[in-house]
Structures are given as C-alpha cells and as structure tokens.
C-alpha cells in the first residue's frame, strides 16, 4: 500500500513501542505523522512530515477538545497504555479508572470519532495494542481486563466495519523492553524470561515492525485478528 498521501495518528509515539513505530512511519512517504503524547522532553525527532501534540488521553476533556481539531486520519495506532501492578484487593479508585480510560475507553472513542471520515472515504487502517495479560490473566487485575477488552473491540469493530474498508487488527505482545518493566517485580521477571522459548524479553522494534506491517503492508483478508507476540508465553 503506496502511504504517500496517508495521515497516520500514532497515540503514546513518543517513547517505547509508540516511539519505534513513529520512527517506521517517518521512514515511509507519508504526508503526514501525528504523535500524541504526554511528555515531549526527551522526543528529539525533527521531521517535516511530524507533528507532535501534547494531551492526556486519560482525561476526557482533553480527549474530546483532540478530536475535534485532528485532521482526516486514514491510519490510527492506538498504543497508549499504562500499567500499575497494584494488588487487586488494594486497587485505588482512581489509579483504576486512570488505567480503564487510557487502556480502553480512549481507545474506543477515537476509533468511534475517526472511523467516521474512514467510511467517507472507504478506506482506513487501525491496529491497537493489546498484552498476553488479556488473554492468560495478570497480577494487575485492571490491566489484564482493559486488553482483553482491545482483542474483544477489535473484532467487534471489525464487523461493524465489515462493508467500510476499514481494516482492524491488534497485537499482543508479552513483556517488552521498554520504561513499563519497571514496575514488574524481579522474581516475576525472572519467571517470565525462563518461561518464554528465547530467554528475554521482546524487543521494541520487533512490537513496532508487526504494528507497521499490519497498517501498511497485511493483506486485507488479515482483519479482526489478533496477532500474538509473546514467544510462548501463553502456552507454558
């Protein structure tokens, strides 16, 4: 697919996985890279094609004032997403609903609100983030829920797109080198590592190259998958 006159929305494309892809897509003709984000001061990337735009899209507010100013988006990446390990018998309210709205109801609404412009034009890529921890269960009982919910939208979606040409998928990868392995206990890590076929951790870029494959390249018949990335994780 020829990404020459393409708008690509990548959300969390400022660090880590996100980081990754936007670095894929500025390497491409694209007309146009939006990455949303919520701290820019160690995103050194200057491209003519970038556009960079702060916004917590675990607030509402700010969510709903971002969609009404964003262009037409012909591929959205939605790969924000945080995880708190918290106990689920000692899990704060608000540390709750700030993981739900960002993991899940963000992503929804953006897919809702662009979608609208995708049908327009019967055309539209989307791939979403999603984790092994939604479909084997995690510590973090929020998290593992909130990416079971991006693998059950993401087929929902699918056939609710089924006559649009918009072309939905995910991927869900197992733990990652990125800032969010910080808050996974070391005994858990050790784990993990001896239970996966390669003995570490994926790799950034490996997420990101499969993210871009599926936005840009994947045939159309892949659609309302689910890709795995986890190394065996979930068959262990």
Wanted: proline share 4%; aromatic share 8%.
């Amino acid at each position: 697919m020829k990404l020459s006159n393409k708008t690509v929305l990548i959300t969390g494309g400022n660090k880590g996985i996100g980081l990754e892809v936007t670095k894929l897509f500025l390497a491409t003709e694209c007309e146009r890279v939006i990455v949303i984000g919520r701290d820019f001061s160690q995103f050194s990337i200057k491209n003519d094609c970038l556009e960079i735009i702060k916004c917590n899209l675990a607030n509402v507010i700010e969510v709903d004032n971002l969609l009404k100013n964003l262009p037409k988006i012909d591929i959205l990446i939605n790969n924000a997403g945080v995880m708190n390990s918290l106990p689920y018998d000692n899990y704060p309210e608000d540390k709750m609903a700030m993981l739900m709205q960002l993991n899940l109801y963000t992503p929804v609404k953006m897919i809702t609100e662009l979608s609208k412009t995708m049908k327009e034009q019967k055309f539209g890529r989307i791939v979403s983030v999603a984790s092994v921890a939604g479909q084997i269960g995690h510590p973090d009982v929020w998290y593992g829920i909130s990416k079971a919910g991006v693998v059950n939208y993401t087929k929902t979606f699918a056939r609710l797109f089924e006559n649009d040409n918009i072309i939905i998928n995910a991927v869900a990868p197992g733990p990652v080198e990125t800032d969010m392995l910080a808050v996974i206990p070391e005994f858990r890590k050790a784990m993990i590592k001896d239970s996966v076929y390669s003995k570490r951790f994926a790799k950034a870029s490996e997420i990101a190259q499969t993210i871009f494959w599926l936005a840009s390249e994947s045939p159309e018949y892949l659609n309302g998958s689910c890709i795995d990335l986890n190394n065996g994780l979930n068959h262990r």
